[in-house]
C-alpha cells in the first residue's frame, strides 16, 4: 500500500563518510523513511480542519413505468441472468482460487446458477489475519478523514455507477422486489457510508476538559488485532456496514460473508476496491461458517466480533471466545444483532386499517425474512373480524412469483433449508391453530412459501415463540378489557427483544404500552409497522436474545471498534516532591 519513496542523485556533499555506528545508523535510516513515507504522515501542507459533507438519507427512487432507474435495472438484471460469475477470495488485495467451489443460485429459480465461488480452507484465513496485521501498519496511522473519504466515495459510486448493479444482484441473487432491493442494497447501504463518517468525525471531536496548566487528550485507537465480521443474506447494507465501520475506524477485517448473498458480496467487495480501498484492509473470505470461525475465533490477534445471525450462532461464538480468552492478546469487542420475534399489539382505539396494512407490510415483505419483520399479533376481540378480513384480502392480492416481474409482492425464500423449516411450521399450524389464508408451500422451480396468516387462542403456542424468519404471521385474539395482562404476555412470551409496534389513537394506552414494553423491543414503534429502520433516524438493534444492541447506523456502534487512551500534557511540572501541607507552622 505503501507509496513509493522519492530518490534524488547524490552529490559530492551528500556522499560524505557516515561515522555513525552502523546499528545507530540503521535505526534512524528507518525511523527516517517511518518520517517522511508520504502514505503514513499527515497530508502535506495541509493545515485545516477538514469536515466531511453533511450526511442526507439517499432518496428512494421509485422505478416509475418509463423511469431511468427501471430501464437501468431492468438491463442489468437481463445482462447478469445470462453470467456466470466466478467469485474468488479477495486476501491482501489478490484473488485466490482455491479449486472447492459452490453454486450461488436464484431462490426464486433455484436451476439457475448466477456464481461459482471459491471456498477458503483454514490455510486461507490464516493468511487473511496476516494479511490484516501487515495493513493495519498503514491503514491505522492514516488520517480518519483519509479513510472516510474511500467510503465516502463508495457511497457516490453507489448512488450512481454501481446502483444498478447491487440491485440487480441482490434481487437475483437473494430474491427481492426491486422496492426491497433499493431500500436495501442501494440507500440504506449508501446511507452507512456517508452517516458513519459524520459519526466517526463527531466521536473524534469529543475531548476532555483542559487547563492553562496541562492539555488533557483523548486518542481513538483502533482496536489491536482484526475484527471478524460475519455477515447475513437477508440485508445487503449490512454485508457492506459490519466489515467498513471497523475499517472506518482504523481497523483490518476478515470478513465471511453468508454462502447465500454471495453475488451481491462479491460486488460490494469490487465496489470498495474501486473506491480506493488499500489492499489487505478488508480481506473476503467465503466458505465454511464453522471451519472460517474455528481459525479466526482462535487466533491470539482477534480484537473483534461484528456479527449478525442467528442467536444459537452467536452464541456459541461467544462460548467459544470464553473458553479462548486466555489466548487473547486483549479482550475482543463482540457486538451482535441476532434473532427476533416481532410484535404488534394493538389497543381497542388502533384504526383498524392502519393495522392491517402494518401487518402485511410488516409481515410478509421480503418474504418475513427480517429480523425485524411482524410475527406476532395482538389484536382485541372488538377490532379482530375487520383487521382479519382486511389482513387477509390483502394476503390473497399479493402477486408472489419472479421478481423481475415487477409486479411481484413476494418473492422465494432463500434455500432449501428454510423452505423445509418454515414448512414444518405450517404443519404445525394445520394441526394445532388456524390458518385463515396461505400455508401452501411448493419448491419444483423456487422456494416459495405463501403468505400466512395464523390465528391461536394459545398465547403460548409455539409460532407465537419461535423465530419463523418467513412469511407467516401468528395472531392471538384478547378480550378488550384484558389491555394490561396481554402488555404482561407481549413482554414475557419471547426471548428476543428487537422489534415491536403499538396500535392506539388513545394516548394513555400509548403510554402504558411504551413503559409497559420498554425492555421488550431495541426499536419500538407506535402506529407503524416495526420495520424499515433508517439509518441516522432509528439506530438499530435489540438486547434480550436479539443482540448486544449496539446500533448500527449510530455513534454507539463506532465506539465499539476504538480504544481511547487518554494523554495529559503538562506544561509546567514540578520540581519538588514537597506538597504545601508539610511546611511547619
Not at 378488550?480 to 409496534?501: H, K, Q
Request: hydrophobic share 40%.
Amino acid at each position: 500500500m505503501a507509496a513509493p519513496v522519492a530518490t534524488t542523485k547524490r552529490t559530492a556533499k551528500d556522499s560524505k563518510r557516515d561515522t555513525r555506528p552502523p546499528a545507530r545508523a540503521a535505526a534512524e535510516s528507518q525511523q527516517a523513511e517511518r518520517t517522511i513515507s508520504p502514505s503514513s504522515a499527515p497530508l502535506a501542507g495541509f493545515t485545516g480542519t477538514r469536515r466531511v459533507p453533511a450526511p442526507v438519507n439517499e432518496p428512494i427512487k421509485g422505478y416509475a413505468p418509463g423511469s431511468s432507474e427501471k430501464k437501468a435495472v431492468k438491463e442489468r438484471l437481463k445482462e447478469m441472468a445470462k453470467e456466470r460469475v466466478e467469485i474468488p477470495l479477495i486476501i491482501g488485495g489478490k484473488e485466490i482460487r482455491t479449486g472447492e467451489t459452490a453454486q450461488s443460485v436464484m431462490p426464486h429459480d433455484h436451476r439457475h446458477v448466477l456464481a461459482d465461488w471459491h471456498k477458503a480452507s483454514p490455510k486461507h484465513v490464516a493468511q487473511a489475519i496476516e494479511s490484516c496485521r501487515k495493513a493495519r501498519v498503514e491503514w491505522s496511522n492514516w488520517a480518519w478523514e483519509d479513510r472516510a473519504a474511500v467510503f465516502l466515495k463508495a457511497a457516490e459510486l453507489l448512488a450512481t455507477t454501481w446502483r444498478a448493479t447491487l440491485n440487480a444482484a441482490t434481487m437475483l441473487g437473494q430474491s427481492k422486489t426491486v422496492f426491497q432491493a433499493e431500500i436495501d442494497a442501494a440507500c440504506e447501504l449508501i446511507d452507512f457510508w456517508r452517516y458513519n463518517p459524520f459519526y466517526a468525525q463527531e466521536l473524534y471531536a469529543e475531548q476532555p476538559v483542559s487547563m492553562s496548566s496541562m492539555w488533557n487528550q483523548l486518542d481513538y485507537r483502533p482496536l489491536e488485532g482484526f475484527v471478524y465480521a460475519v455477515t447475513p443474506f437477508n440485508f445487503t447494507s449490512i454485508g457492506g456496514n459490519l466489515p467498513t465501520a471497523p475499517a472506518l475506524m482504523g481497523n483490518t477485517v476478515v470478513w465471511k460473508p453468508a454462502s447465500t448473498a454471495m453475488l451481491s458480496a462479491y460486488y460490494i467487495m469490487k465496489l470498495l476496491e474501486a473506491a480506493g480501498l488499500p489492499p489487505g484492509v478488508i480481506n473476503f473470505v467465503p466458505g465454511d461458517a464453522a471451519a472460517i470461525s474455528e481459525v479466526a475465533l482462535g487466533s491470539r490477534d482477534l480484537a473483534g466480533v461484528h456479527f449478525t445471525g442467528s442467536t444459537a450462532v452467536f452464541n456459541s461464538m461467544w462460548k467459544t471466545i470464553g473458553a479462548n480468552m486466555s489466548r487473547y492478546a486483549s479482550y475482543p469487542r463482540i457486538v451482535g444483532e441476532t434473532g427476533g420475534k416481532d410484535f404488534i399489539v394493538a389497543h381497542a382505539s388502533a384504526d383498524p386499517e392502519a393495522l392491517a396494512v402494518a401487518i402485511a407490510r410488516g409481515g410478509f415483505e421480503y418474504q418475513g425474512q427480517k429480523c425485524s419483520a411482524a410475527s406476532r399479533v395482538y389484536v382485541p376481540r372488538s377490532l379482530w373480524p375487520e383487521v382479519r378480513d382486511r389482513t387477509v384480502a390483502m394476503i390473497e392480492e399479493m402477486r408472489m412469483g419472479d421478481i423481475t416481474d415487477f409486479r411481484t409482492f413476494v418473492g422465494a425464500v432463500i434455500d432449501q433449508k428454510a423452505h423445509r423449516k418454515i414448512s414444518e411450521y405450517l404443519a404445525d399450524a394445520k394441526k394445532n391453530a388456524t390458518i385463515l389464508t396461505g400455508g401452501k408451500a411448493e419448491d419444483k422451480d423456487g422456494y416459495f412459501i405463501r403468505p400466512t396468516l395464523i390465528e391461536t387462542e394459545d398465547p403460548g403456542y409455539r409460532l407465537l415463540c419461535e423465530e419463523i424468519f418467513g412469511p407467516v404471521v401468528t395472531a392471538h385474539v384478547y378480550d378488550d378489557g384484558r389491555w394490561d395482562e396481554t402488555l404482561e404476555i407481549v413482554d414475557t412470551t419471547s426471548p428476543y427483544a428487537l422489534t415491536g409496534a403499538v396500535f392506539a389513537s388513545d394516548r394513555g394506552a400509548i403510554r402504558e404500552a411504551m413503559m409497559a414494553l420498554r425492555n421488550a423491543a431495541g426499536n419500538f414503534y407506535v402506529n407503524d409497522k416495526p420495520t424499515g429502520a433508517v439509518v441516522g433516524q432509528q439506530p438499530f438493534g435489540g438486547a434480550r436474545g436479539s443482540g448486544t444492541n449496539d446500533k448500527a447506523g449510530s455513534k454507539l456502534n463506532l465506539v465499539r471498534w476504538v480504544s481511547p487512551r487518554a494523554i495529559k500534557e503538562t506544561f509546567s511540572p514540578p520540581t519538588d516532591y514537597k506538597y504545601p501541607y508539610m511546611t511547619e507552622e
